[in-house]
């Protein structure tokens, strides 16, 4: 579906009032800040506990996800699991989310297929990641993929030459003021999806681990145990 006119982004749909992450997700039900919502079955919000010490942001739901109405339940998300306990990472201590909360996909057939956001659908959504942030206080913030990189990082950032290194938050986003959090690490790696595709599954996923036993590391040190 082609547009006219440029996305009117989220921010207007999102109440001043808002004191909880279930707030939120009752207010993006009715988000209409792009053209995705047309298509898409529903808007697909995190979850997780709002004292979690582990963020993920990934980057759009998917097929099952749209129709479930919940981010990372389909094949990424299971392998996304995977990796968390083989990480060490109490799932218990985890929020997960997405950077575009609505699916984007190409009818082919019967059959939607996958289709990246765009910038404009990134920036559109961005005001939903910030005001999730608002309310959490994460230890780690873990980047899943080009997309939250470019939503949450800046469109520079290449998680091929960056994953698995720690990296300061809110100082390391692309906008720091926007993200009003008590300072903790940031820490880049694959989409999940991307262990998927690989032709070495096995190696694409040791990697994926290796890079969330980092931040496993450093939830464990003393410095950041609560």
Not at 10 to 23: K, N, Y
Not at 33 to 47: I, M
């Given at each position: 579906?082609v547009r006219s006119e440029p ?19 009752s207010a993006a039900a009715g ?32 097929d099952v996800e749209d129709q ?159």
């Open positions: 579906m996305p009117v982004g989220a921010q207007e749909f999102i109440p001043s009032e808002a004191r909880t992450l279930d707030a939120l997700k988000c209409r800040g792009c053209e995705l919502y047309q298509d898409a079955t529903q808007t697909v919000f995190g979850r997780g506990a709002a004292h979690a010490r582990v963020v993920f942001v990934g980057e759009q739901p998917g479930r109405g919940l981010p990372f339940v389909g094949p990424a998300g299971r392998l996304l699991r995977e990796a968390v306990d083989d990480a060490d990472i109490d799932p218990a201590d985890v929020y997960i989310t997405n950077a575009v909360k609505h699916f984007r996909f190409e009818l082919r057939g019967k059959r939607r297929i996958h289709q990246n956001p765009g910038p404009a659908h990134i920036a559109a959504c961005r005001p939903w990641l910030v005001a999730e942030f608002a309310l959490l206080k994460p230890e780690i913030v873990v980047v899943l993929g080009a997309t939250a990189a470019k939503a949450l990082l800046g469109p520079q950032f290449r998680v091929t030459r960056s994953r698995g290194q720690l990296m300061p938050w809110p100082a390391s986003a692309q906008h720091p003021e926007d993200f009003p959090v008590a300072q903790c690490q940031a820490l880049a790696t694959i989409h999940p999806s991307a262990v998927l595709r690989a032709d070495d599954r096995d190696a694409a996923y040791r990697g994926l681990v290796d890079d969330l036993r980092v931040a496993s590391g450093a939830l464990h040190s003393p410095a950041t145990r609560r």
